[in-house]
């Protein structure tokens, strides 16, 4: 007797946003059957933001595309100097 095999389908999404640890990052994905696709981004020691687009079914395997921004940097004040 072979077991039912139910039709994998789902979506998720995962999020942390806490700023005063600079733990802020998030996943997205979704599967209809044998194809995933999703998206995730970090915020690197150095600022910056990593996005990592991938896509996985059984014809194309894994594939993943990364991208970095550059961090943001925040202009300081400007000192006033006094003689």
Do not use: C, W
Request: cysteine-free; charged content about 30%.
């Amino acid at each position: 007797m072979e077991a039912i095999k139910a039709y994998p389908k789902y979506t998720f999404k995962y999020g942390v946003n806490d700023y005063h640890t600079g733990d802020v990052k998030s996943q997205h994905e979704t599967r209809d059957g044998d194809v995933v696709k999703g998206q995730y981004s970090v915020i690197e020691p150095d600022g910056s933001i990593r996005t990592v687009d991938y896509t996985a079914d059984k014809h194309n395997g894994f594939n993943a595309v990364v991208h970095k921004t550059a961090p943001v940097k925040h202009d300081e004040p400007e000192q006033q100097l006094h003689y």
